[in-house]
């Protein structure tokens, strides 16, 4: 267990000494900065929430509220500590090359009708912007929320969290109509198994180191990623290669696909409400 995961425990355990009112109080400060930009050094976060806690857990012993001791507005508080936390660029580097790595399937998977995968590096730019770009706007959304006095109704969360998921499936979708040729690299079947493979253990062993909430959150890509491998390896052998091209298979393939996405945007959209206080 790392040292980060060990604050995240211990603030959690903590967290239970706290009456209703304080630990209200507590939790929007750190759902409003643990969805931090990704930048920041999330060690340094973890340990300012504990100190917070501690001190609001001292402060409940001596009979005052967190907001007589912090004052009326948590997002000050919020802002001001987020402000003096250090960026941390090795962190930055690991999601973009998650992002990087997601994006591949997306980029090479395009056509599985074809004796050779296409891979477009001006495409894998653009799917890796999208995606990283409609996480980003998925967890400002529920940031922007945190410390609003009238939360948004549950049914206008799912709305907006839906139509940023079809947005981002859109531009994924129809990038390859609009970019052009140029940039494409021709790749045999068996390199782009090997790619895809390696990229897949990458981003699962990846996903799975992460800190719990954000786990949760990238894990809504696996299903769809492994459904593509699996694709790839069927479309490789003549055999199920015929099946996946005849019409029954390819409406096999099709409601796989639409099936990943659901689940995608299912996991994703639990994730983000579940990682605010795990």
């Excluded at 495409?123 to 945190?146: D, F, M």
Aim: charge should be negative; glycine fraction near 6%.
């Amino acid at each position: 267990m790392t040292k980060t995961q060990e604050m995240i425990k211990q603030n959690n355990e903590l967290r239970e000494q706290l009456n209703t009112e304080n630990k209200a109080y507590y939790e929007e400060i750190l759902i409003y900065m643990r969805l931090r930009n990704w930048l920041k050094d999330e060690e340094d976060i973890e340990s300012k929430l504990l100190e917070i806690l501690q001190d609001i857990i001292s402060a409940q012993e001596d009979g005052m509220s967190a907001k007589e001791y912090f004052g009326q507005e948590p997002k000050e508080i919020a802002d001001e500590i987020l402000s003096n936390v250090p960026i941390n660029w090795l962190d930055g580097l690991k999601i973009l090359g998650l992002v990087f790595g997601i994006s591949i399937f997306f980029s090479i998977l395009s056509d599985l009708s074809a004796d050779q995968y296409k891979f477009n590096l001006l495409q894998l730019i653009v799917h890796s912007v999208t995606i990283g770009a409609g996480v980003i706007i998925c967890l400002s959304i529920l940031k922007k929320s945190t410390f609003e006095k009238e939360k948004s109704s549950s049914k206008l969360e799912i709305l907006l969290f839906g139509a940023t998921f079809a947005g981002t499936i859109g531009i994924l979708l129809a990038s390859s109509y609009f970019i052009s040729d140029a940039w494409t690299i021709a790749l045999p079947k068996e390199i782009a198994l090997v790619v895809t493979t390696l990229a897949a253990l990458g981003v699962t062993w990846k996903v799975f180191i992460l800190p719990k909430g954000e786990r949760l959150l990238w894990s809504s890509f696996l299903p769809i990623i492994w459904l593509f491998v699996l694709l790839a390896f069927l479309n490789y052998f003549p055999a199920s290669s015929d099946w996946i091209q005849s019409s029954n298979g390819k409406v096999v393939v099709v409601t796989g696909v639409i099936l990943g996405l659901i689940i995608n945007y299912l996991i994703g959209f639990y994730a983000i409400k579940k990682m605010d206080v795990d």
